[in-house]
């Protein structure tokens, strides 16, 4: 009989918490829970799921325009916000149901109410103490709202799904997907879009020639850019929000969305109590095990502040639990490199591996493959988007070390992609492989011109 209540105490049902308390509890360990907000966290709630929903209401107005082309006469088309909202709730609180269910069904204690600790092997949450033999910190982040005179009428990405009104003009200040992400959607519902970011150009860290592209792509379609400036301060006024840019200019919108990036959420956890360290913007600092400098104490996902997605925290989660509770097995090691990754920007972005600058660093000679083309269905539907399909090679191993892609669905055609170059596949073997014809896509396997070295 052990000494603790439960074998694993998990803080936070975002997507690594209740991966790793399900995943422990399939293996007979006794788990518990314990959430104070919503089950699944940013990404189902306030995150990837309603942005993703979202994003897809926000193509239709191209999809009208684009019918024509192809003999269809779309006569009146109007949008309605509340519907679109409204709907994208009652999906994430069915989703909170399935989270409620598989917790539940795999025989997780769920408790409602913020933990603390109390000492490195016990929390109290609602006034009761639980001592556990570990203890998981999976308690995500939250948006980082800059200072500037008038912040307090900005909103973040957390207010932004559950708005009463839809503006009429909407300001984005960031660079970030959040940002770019989101200057999409107002723009495809119909919103006069700002996007004002503090650099040259948004998407910091992702391929140079993709950044420049899509950032065409975007303000072609009517997304206004507003570069190397900032916020300096936003006034309410009775016809909007007056907003003063740091380089004077002044626009006047009526809803201003800080994507300034997330910070580990640990408000209230009491750290302090079990000997918890921190490190640079409050992430709580952990070694290979996830492993906090409490050793009965383990972290992951957002707070842990190394790549917030959620499919790491996933995978993050199912290495922690191999490793603290499957004995037998061999010891695992989270893999942080080749994590494919997309943009639900418009056209989306997709991208895997090295930017074509990460691999000029890396290797002696690189080979740099980019295509960039008007899609097929567009010789129809009269749009003028275009798409870049690129890939990065290592001379002298031969093998794709990154591929980017900027056009549509790009994430769907990039996660087989990412299988191909986890396996260390040659440029040889994507030329042998059969193009699909005709897509987007074949462009993949098709490209046989170096672009540049
Ligand atoms: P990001 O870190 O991606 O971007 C933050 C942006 O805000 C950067 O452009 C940054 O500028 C800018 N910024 C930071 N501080 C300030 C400031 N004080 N004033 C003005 N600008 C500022 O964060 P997001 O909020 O966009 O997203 C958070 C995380 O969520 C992402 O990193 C990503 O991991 C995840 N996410 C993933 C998605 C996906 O997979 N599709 C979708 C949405 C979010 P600079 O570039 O100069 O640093």
Redesign the pocket.
């Known amino acids: 009989m052990s000494q603790f209540d439960f074998d694993l105490f998990v803080i936070g049902a975002g997507s690594g918490g209740v991966r790793a308390a399900r995943t422990a509890a399939a293996l007979g360990k006794k788990v518990a829970v314990a959430e104070g907000r919503f089950l699944g966290g940013t990404c189902v709630n306030i ?2 799921v309603p ?1 993703k929903l979202f994003s897809y209401g926000s193509h239709f107005h191209e999809e009208f325009a684009q019918a024509a082309g192809f003999g269809w006469s779309v006569s009146h088309s109007d949008f309605d916000w509340p519907t679109l909202r409204d709907n994208k709730t009652k999906e994430i609180e069915r989703l909170n149901g399935v989270y409620h269910n598989l917790l539940v069904n795999s025989g997780v204690r769920l408790i409602e109410g913020y933990a603390h600790f109390e000492s490195a092997h016990e929390v109290s949450v609602n006034g009761t103490t639980y001592s556990a033999e570990k203890i998981l910190i999976a308690t995500g982040s939250e ?2 709202m ?1 200072e500037f005179p008038g912040n307090e009428y900005a909103v973040s ?1 957390d207010a932004v799904f559950y708005l009463d009104e839809f503006p009429k003009r909407a300001l984005v ?7 770019v ?1 989101f200057a999409g959607i107002f723009h495809g519902l119909g919103a006069e879009s700002h996007l004002v ?3 040259d150009q ?1 998407l ?1 860290g992702f391929d140079e020639e993709v950044r420049q592209f899509a950032s065409e792509e975007m303000q072609k379609k009517g997304v206004q850019f507003h570069l190397n400036t ?2 300096a301060s936003v006034e309410k006024q009775a016809s909007g929000l007056l907003v003063t840019l740091t380089d004077g200019e002044t626009l006047e919108v009526d809803l201003v969305l800080c ?4 910070v580990p959420k640990t408000e209230g956890l009491e750290l302090d109590a079990a000997g918890i360290k921190q490190g640079k913007g409050g992430k709580v600092l952990v070694n290979d095990e996830f492993q906090t400098s409490a050793p009965s104490v383990f972290a992951l996902g957002d707070v842990i502040n190394r ?3 959620t499919p790491v925290a996933l995978a993050e989660a199912m290495v922690f639990v191999n490793n603290q509770f499957q004995p037998d097995l061999p010891a695992k090691q989270m893999d942080y490199t080749n994590i494919p ?4 920007c418009h056209p989306n972005i997709a991208t895997v591996g090295m930017s074509e600058e990460e691999a000029r660093e890396a290797f002696d000679r690189i080979e740099v493959y980019s295509a960039g083309f008007r899609p097929m269905k567009h010789t129809l539907s009269g749009s003028d988007e275009r798409h870049l399909m690129k890939l990065v090679v290592d001379a002298d191993s031969r093998k794709v070390v990154g591929a980017h892609m900027v056009g549509t669905d790009a994430g769907e055609v990039m996660q087989g992609i990412a299988v191909a170059i986890k396996a260390g596949a040659t440029k040889e073997i994507f030329d042998s492989t059969v193009g699909i014809h005709p897509t987007g896509a074949e462009e993949f396997v098709t490209m046989r011109t170096v672009s540049r070295n």
Do not use: D, H, W
């Open positions: 995150g990837c942005k948006p980082f800059p990405s200040l960031g660079g970030g997907y959040i940002a992400e970011y503090r650099g948004p910091k900032n916020i994507a300034t990036g997330r790549m917030q997605l990754t997309a943009v639900f």
